[in-house]
């Protein structure tokens, strides 16, 4: 094979990549789709087993208050108003980066994850979270 034959061959791949990359969406969820999460998900292994978990089980988190101050203050121009899942996943169903960069939301959701495991319902789980970061008067 001639070099430019192959020279052309490798343009039109990278150019393929490059069109991908620029005109696909990124961070969208699709419920049933096999969506690969963006690159701040996957900076560790918890943060990424968090972000797996609120894709996988949004109706677990929707409704856990969130203590790290996204409920009072806005975070990424919005006020987290369902609770520890719009800290992974938006109302449009796009990825929220802030669950990537706050160490209590990542410990928070994998704890509910291991409460749900130990078969305990979402009221009790509920009330774990907040007893967690509520003092008595």
Known sequence: MDRTYLMSIAIMIALAGVTIVVFLPHGTYLPGAN??????????????????????????????????????????????????????????????????????????????KSLYAQGMTKEEIKAIIDAKYTHGP
Not at 67 to 77: D, I, R, V
Not at 80 to 100: M, Q, S, V, W
């Open 35 to 112: 969506t690969s999460l963006p690159a701040y998900a996957l900076s560790s292994d918890r943060i990424e087993e968090a972000y797996l978990y609120a894709r996988d089980n949004p109706e677990n988190l929707d409704g856990i208050n969130c203590y790290c101050g996204c409920m009072q203050m806005a975070h990424n121009g919005r006020i987290h108003k369902r609770g520890l899942l719009d800290c992974f996943i938006t109302e449009t169903g796009n990825y929220d980066p802030h669950g990537a960069s706050c160490q209590m939301c990542v410990d928070d959701t994998l704890q509910v």
